[in-house]
């Protein structure tokens, strides 16, 4: 089982950049999918989840960032406009453990049993 996310790189503030997701060794259409982020010396914030066509968003990233996913290709995906320098983390594909979208996202990685590497965001002028 395995994420390999990739996509991120520098972007001044306002800029767009486009996350994608590849998952292998599972069956990626039968489980709902994260995107966590991490910035330097914070914890886990939780971004957005998307389960099947229905997904959600963190206060912090709404009405700019968009998730979506191909089920045929086992992708996942996060395209992020207007960003700002608070966007700035190592930003993770993650599976939830559980999920219901009757429960709150979680900020926890225990929450997550499997996550990627990582691909670096970094806002700045």
């Known amino acids: 089982v395995q994420l390999v996310e990739s996509g991120g790189g520098l972007v001044q503030p306002g800029g767009s950049l486009s996350l994608s997701c590849a998952a292998f060794?599972?069956?990626?259409?039968?489980?709902?999918m994260s995107w966590v982020r991490q910035a330097p010396g914070k914890g886990v914030e939780w971004v957005a989840d998307?389960?099947?066509?229905?997904?959600r968003y963190a206060e912090s990233v709404k009405g700019r960032f968009i998730i979506s996913r191909d089920e045929t290709q086992g992708m996942l995906y996060l395209q992020m406009n207007d960003l700002k320098p608070e966007d700035t983390a190592m930003y993770y594909c993650?599976?939830?453990?559980?999920?219901?979208?009757?429960?709150?996202?979680?900020?926890?990685?225990?929450?997550?049993?499997?996550w990627g590497q990582g691909t670096q965001v970094t806002v700045s002028s």
């Open positions: 993650a599976r939830p453990a559980k999920f219901s979208f009757a429960q709150p996202a979680s900020n926890a990685w225990d929450d997550y049993t499997v």
């Open positions: 060794g599972f069956t990626f259409s039968s489980y709902a």
């Open positions: 998307i389960a099947a066509i229905t997904t």
